[in-house]
Every structure is written in C-alpha cells, then in structure tokens.
C-alpha cells in the first residue's frame, strides 16, 4: 500500500479537484469542435485521466479529450458519422499500444531541446488563443458575434479578479491551491451580486449517467478499416507525440524520469476503452499537467481524483458545476498559459546558433497554424539537418610518409552519408605511392553510405595498380565491406568496434 503524508493527500485531492473543474469547458468545446456532445468529451475526460493517472509512465501528468485531436476528427464525423469516429478511437488505441510494444517511446528523447522549447511555447500560445472563442455569443439564428458592452467588460473584469487572485492567493494561504481559491472566490462573487455572465452552463449541460458499453455501430468491413486507418493513424501520432512530449516537459520541470513506453501502452488502452464507451478518446493536456504539476501534485492520486471528481460532477453536481463563470476558468487558464510559455527562449534567440533560434521559431509558428505533429517533425527534419551538414563539414585529413616510404591519411570527423563526397575528394589515387593506409583511429564510421564509400574508394586504388591498407577500422564493418574486405589491418586490442552491421545491441 502507497503511504501519503496528509499533506500530499490534501495537495493531490485539492488539485484533482482544481483539474476537474478546468477540465470541463475544454473537453465540452473540443467535444463541439469536433461536432460530437458534450457528454461524448466529458466521458473521454474522465476515461482518459482515470487510466493514464493508474497505469502511465508518468505520476502527475493529466489526459483528456484535446483540441489537437478534436481538429483532426471532425472531418470524420461531418463525412462518416460519430460511429465512424468510435471505431477509430479503438484503432488508434491499438496503434498506441503497437507503437509502446515495439518499445518507440524511448525515441521521444531524441527531440532536441530547440524543438522542446518552440512546442510549449506554441502550446502556450494555442491555450491563450483557444481561450477566446468564449467571447462570442451564438444569435437566434445560430451564428456567432464578439461579446460588447457590459457583458465584455464584466467578462474581462472577473478574468482580471482571477487572475489576480492566482498569483496573490499563496501568499495568503497554502492550505489549497491558488487555482481553485480564485475559482471559488470569483463563482462566489458572481453568486452574490447577481452578476450576467457566461457560465459552463452556457456550453451545454454536462448532466448524464455512467458511461456504457458501446459497440462502434459500423460495418466491419475492409471498406470501413480503409476510411478510419489513416484517421487512426494520424490521431495515434499526434496523441503521442503531444503525450511524450509533454512528459518529456514534466521530467525537466521535476527532475524525475517519466517511462514512454508505459504512458503509450495507458494511452492506447484508455482509447480503446474510450472507444468502446461511446467517447472521443484523447491524450495528455498540458493544460491541466501544468495546473497539477505547479500545485505540487506528483503523485498518481492527483489524476485518479480529478477524473473521479469529473464523474461526480456528471452524475451529481452538475447543478452547480453548471454555474461557474467561464471567466474564472479562462483566467485559470490565461495564467496556465504564461506560466508555460518559456519566457527564458526569448532572452536567448540571439544568443544561441542561429539553426537553433530559427527551430524555435518554426516549431512554435508550425505548432500554432497546423498541428502539433507537423510541427514536432519538422523541427526534428531540420535538426537532423542542421546536424549533418556542421559534421559533415568536420572530416578533416593530415599526411605524411612513414618510415616505410607508405603516405598514410590519418582521418579526424565522422564518416557519414553527408561527409562522403569531402571523404572522396581527400585522396589522389594517381599520385600517391604503390603503397597508402588509411588510419581510422581518430575517424568515427556511422552508417552504410560510409562503409560504400570506403568500397569505392578501394576499387579507385586497385583500379590504379596501387595497395590500400586500411587500418584501425571496427571489425564489425569486415561483414558489410567488398571491394576492400582484404584491405583490412586487423588488430584485436586495438581495433574499435562499431556494431555498424550488429543489430544485437544491449
């Protein structure tokens, strides 16, 4: 049995409660995105947040139902249907769970820190700007207009008051988080003086029962698995791309270590579950991540409590939920907005490489006007770029004869796809003497193109009558070599090894 002191029981319960309430207009407006019910994102909330917070990789961090995915299912559902979509939350699922068998997930750390930076601040920006389809009131006719007069400035003011209140409440009082006194302080104020304004109430009614067993109503058929596998697809890599990432975040913040492939195997399962329970799936929100991790709320208990306040608030308090202002919530999360965008990048664009101040820019632009997987990638694409040419640029030569009267070409760098035509252009077959090594005791040989390389480089010395010996090269590149298998020097003790054709590594 886990032990909790009663002061992380108090900071996880609280802030589970924090999380609920701030989880419930974002899954009722990604819910409307996605031209589904409201019942359908709460229910994905409460199944998203219940399973990740037991069984994920990462105590603390928060899922539900998120815009990034709800963008991508509405052209499902408007084309094919809410059934449609439920089949694809279960393939998805067991993508997820495909991806985390293969053990993937350990790829996430790859991601460079530049790419790191440019998400959470586009993240940052896509919670401020989301925020702001709350001050449009829908007309008799169903269109949409801005808010004016005295509903905008009341509006304004209780998330001013809100806000406020977030960063002056610690100062008053620990006993509960900062989040949840402003929400309560500015609900009660409302109350009181009889305030007009937008309440969660205005979004639709969040009343309902238990979730039920649902068995997506489509034909099971190849046609069907043709139009919801690319959907899947696409909803699978976002889900986990922003779900990884996000732990990747809470690791830093932390100073703890998350484990991936666990989080995809709880993120796949809470889909097919998800799926089966007539919900809209989803993945981690940083969002309310950011609200739990800030409260100090690191334990499993934090997510297990909000999903289950989530459920209360369907099955019993929808009443009451129904009548908090949306003000308090918008400020809530204007607040969970700046605290996440990295304030520190800015400070920094002109100090760091220009490749990595340029990645930062990109992957904040891409993340706010596309998606957040199209941005994460070309982040990555243009690292790995960036990265090929600076060491394709590093392989450098020195020569000289040695006693024997042979040139030897001592190389420094990293042989690779990207250095081979500079490798090439360093040698003279015509010109050197009968006899020429090749020391690769400073030189690093990464990939096939390499080895190849080495291979043509062999058949030009052979081809002008000359001997190539090739020494301190990895043994391990004997299997992939041809044209200069014969030309290897090898010595045991001092011959590294690569694993270069070794797919049985540790």
Same mark, same amino acid.
């Given at each position: ?93 067991? @993508? ?6 293969? %053990?993937?997930? %350990? ?7 530049? $790419? ?24 008799? /006719? ?27 409440? *610690? ?5 509960? *988080? ?9 609900? !009660?104020? $409302? ?23 649902? @068995? ?6 190849? +046609? ?8 899947? !697809? ?25 484990? *991936? ?36 709320? @690191? ?22 939920? +129904? ?15 700046? #605290? ?10 002109? #100090?760091? *490489? ?42 450098? $030569? ?8 042979? #040139?030897?070409? +001592?190389? +420094? ?16 077959? %015509?010109? /050197? ?66 694993? $270069?054709?070794? /797919?049985?590594?540790?």
């Amino acid at each position: 049995m886990i032990a909790f002191t009663p002061q992380e029981l108090r900071i996880n319960l609280l802030s589970g409660l924090t999380v609920a309430l701030a989880m419930v207009p974002e899954a009722i407006a990604f819910a409307l995105v996605a031209h589904v019910s409201p019942l359908t994102g709460l229910y994905a909330a409460f199944i998203m947040a219940l399973i990740t917070a037991a069984f994920g990789g990462r105590p603390g961090m928060i899922s539900g139902a998120t815009g990034a995915l709800a963008v991508v299912m509405v052209a499902l559902v408007v084309e094919h249907g809410v059934e449609y979509l439920f089949a694809t939350v279960v393939l998805m699922g067991i @993508l997820q769970i495909l991806f985390a068998v293969a %053990k993937f997930g %350990k790829f996430i750390r790859m991601v460079p820190h530049s $790419v790191m930076l440019g998400f959470v601040n586009g993240l940052a920006i896509v919670i401020f700007l989301a925020q702001f389809g709350h001050f449009k009131t829908t007309l008799p /006719d169903g269109s949409q207009e801005w808010m004016s007069g005295a509903p905008l400035f009341i509006m304004f003011g209780l998330i001013a008051l809100t806000m406020t209140l977030i960063y002056l409440f *610690p100062r008053i009082t620990k006993m509960i *988080p900062a989040t949840l006194g402003a929400i309560l302080v500015v609900s !009660l104020l $409302v109350a009181v003086f009889g305030l007009e304004t937008k309440t969660v109430g205005d979004l639709g009614s969040i009343k309902g029962g238990l979730p039920s067993f649902h @068995l997506p109503e489509v034909p099971w058929t190849w +046609e069907t698995f043709t139009i919801v596998f690319p959907y899947s !697809l696409i909803l699978a890599a976002i889900g986990l791309i922003e779900s990884l990432l996000t732990l990747n975040l809470i690791d830093e913040m932390t100073d703890t270590r998350g484990r *991936p492939n666990r989080e995809c195997m709880a993120q796949g399962a809470a889909n097919i579950i998800s799926g089966f329970f007539g919900a809209m799936g989803g993945c981690a929100m940083i969002g309310q991540s950011m609200i739990n991790i800030g409260t100090g709320a @690191l334990r499993r208990l934090s997510g297990i409590s909000a999903a289950l306040f989530l459920l209360s608030f369907i099955l019993f308090g929808s009443e009451w939920i +129904e009548q908090i202002p949306l003000a308090a919530l918008i400020g809530v999360m204007f607040v969970v907005s700046e #605290k996440t965008f990295e304030w520190g990048s800015l400070r920094v664009l002109h #100090k760091v *490489p220009r490749p990595d101040a340029f990645i930062i820019v990109t992957v904040t632009v891409v993340t706010i006007f596309t998606d957040l997987a199209i941005a994460v990638i070309a982040g990555v694409i243009i690292a790995a770029l960036v990265f090929a040419w600076e060491h394709a640029k590093h392989i450098n $030569v020195q020569t000289y004869l040695d006693d024997q009267g042979w #040139k030897v070409y +001592e190389l +420094e760098g990293s042989l690779f796809f990207a250095s081979i035509s500079s490798f090439q252009n360093l040698f003279s077959p %015509k010109d /050197d003497p009968k006899d020429v090594v090749i020391e690769f005791r400073r030189a690093r040989v990464m990939d096939h193109s390499a080895l190849q390389a080495i291979d043509t480089l062999a058949e030009r010395y052979q081809q002008a009558g000359k001997k190539l010996h090739l020494r301190h090269l990895s043994p391990d590149c004997l299997d992939v070599l041809d044209k200069a298998k014969g030309m290897i020097e090898v010595n045991v003790l001092e011959d590294p090894r690569y694993h $270069v054709a070794d /797919d049985k590594l540790a």
